[in-house]
């Protein structure tokens, strides 16, 4: 079966699914900040009762404002405490919506993205995930998967999502959980061809072919044995879509690990190398690569810090070192993401309350400021267009 490579038609058909408040503060600028706008930052804040999305616009020296009206109301609830997961927010690959997940109301925003990076509610666009407790979504050209992971409900569900914004569920997509699995991120490869999902609780790997009907296909032998307790993060390479990177969080502290796979195209996964690749902290949980696909990134809760590697051709990590957040009392410090453009890492400081912000040159990093986020919210996941 050749990869899912086109993009998929929007509309659904009878039933036949077509193929194809605290003020916040700016981030400390240079002494000649540039501030003309370069892109848009979306924090899902997991507000207990009513849900909403923090926006802030990103300067062109990677500084943070928020946008005029932040936090934007998502419709849906959150829970007012973490979520353990990543990937609860995403920005669609047309780059018109927001997705969210409404993890108190068992539910899925979606937010049309307007001209000054501000956000409104699609209407109707707030439909169930499918499950209980969705914690992660993921999409690729209308195609849209969410992890649920609640007890009596824990699963993976698709959806289309169309041109006008409306997440329509995609029959006979779902693929049932045992209630132990705890699944911690959902995503799929650059091409949309495999799809992949972290089972934190029993510290295994779901890896799933993607048909041409949307339907996943199991690969032969997932869910696949991770290579250290707690598979969390994971991320794709984004210039190579059969090599997969995952963080194993919950090993012991000062021994945490981050494996490298290669992904066959049934699904199958198989260790790089020497691999899992020591990381030397506690709690390695969130993952993210830079868009030339050199250097990996992985945010150590447990130890306030990122480990930083370079990633050889073949998908092999070197560890180059590990950068503390500046503030130890971020120690808790949880999701975060790369700059469109690359040069800015942002890294969601649960604790403090705050979105750090970090220069990128290669695979250094400098924390150089942070903006505040919401009063109230219990951030979870990092977007940006």
Same mark, same amino acid.
């Given at each position: ?10 509309? *659904? ?25 370069? !892109? ?35 419709? !849906? ?13 995403? @920005? ?8 969210? @997940?409404?993890?108190?109301?068992? /539910? ?8 000054? !990076? ?16 969705? @914690?992660?979504?993921? #999409? ?32 006979? =997509? ?15 490869? +650059? ?11 029993? =510290? ?37 879509? =059969?090599?997969?990177? *995952? ?7 000062? +021994?945490?690990?981050? =494996? ?20 030397? /902290? ?11 696909? #050199?250097?990996?990134?992985? &945010? ?30 971020? *120690? !808790? ?23 750090? @912000?970090?220069? &990128? ?5 400098? #924390? ?18």
């Amino acid at each position: 079966m050749q990869p899912l490579s086109l993009k998929w038609p929007r509309p *659904v058909v009878a039933g036949l699914v077509a193929l194809g408040a605290a003020a916040a503060a700016p981030a400390t600028a240079a002494a000649h900040p540039d501030h003309r706008a370069s !892109g848009y930052v979306y924090v899902d804040d997991n507000s207990a009762d009513t849900n909403a999305v923090a926006a802030f616009v990103q300067s062109r020296d990677g500084g943070l404002t928020p946008v005029p009206g932040s936090p934007f109301n998502a419709g !849906g609830a959150g829970t007012g405490a973490g979520l353990a997961s990543q990937g609860a927010i995403q @920005v669609s690959s047309d780059r018109h919506y927001v997705l969210a @997940v409404d993890a108190g109301s068992n /539910q899925i925003s979606v937010l049309r993205i307007r001209r000054d !990076g501000g956000l409104e509610l699609v209407p109707g666009g707030v439909v169930s995930s499918g499950g209980v407790h969705p @914690v992660s979504v993921a #999409e690729h050209d209308g195609l849209v998967y969410v992890a649920n992971s609640g007890a009596g409900g824990s699963n993976y569900t698709g959806f289309t999502l169309s041109d006008d914004g409306h997440l329509r569920p995609l029959a006979g =997509s779902t693929v049932p959980l045992p209630d132990s699995a705890q699944p911690g991120d959902v995503l799929f490869n +650059a091409t949309g061809s495999n799809l992949i999902g972290t089972r934190v609780g029993t =510290s295994q790997i779901d890896s799933f072919r993607v048909g041409f009907d949307g339907r996943l296909r199991p690969a032969a032998g997932s869910p696949f044995t991770a290579q250290g307790p707690g598979p969390f993060g994971s991320e794709f390479r984004p210039t190579n879509p =059969s090599q997969l990177f *995952v963080s194993n969080a919950h090993g012991p502290a000062g +021994a945490g690990t981050v =494996s490298a796979f290669g992904v066959e195209r049934d699904g199958t996964l198989s260790p790089i190398g020497n691999s899992p690749f020591a990381d030397q /902290q506690t709690a390695p949980c969130w993952v993210e690569i830079t868009r030339d696909g #050199e250097f990996l990134f992985t &945010v150590n809760t447990g130890s306030g810090s990122i480990s930083r590697y370079s990633i050889a051709a073949d998908g092999t990590l070197r560890l180059l070192g590990s950068t503390p957040v500046s503030s130890q009392a971020g *120690v !808790g410090a949880v999701d975060a993401r790369l700059s469109v453009d690359g040069r800015s890492l942002y890294v969601d400081e649960s604790r403090v309350d705050t979105l750090g @912000v970090f220069d &990128v040159d290669g695979g250094g990093l400098n #924390e150089r400021g942070s903006v505040a986020l919401p009063h109230g919210a219990a951030p979870a996941g990092v977007a940006v267009r």
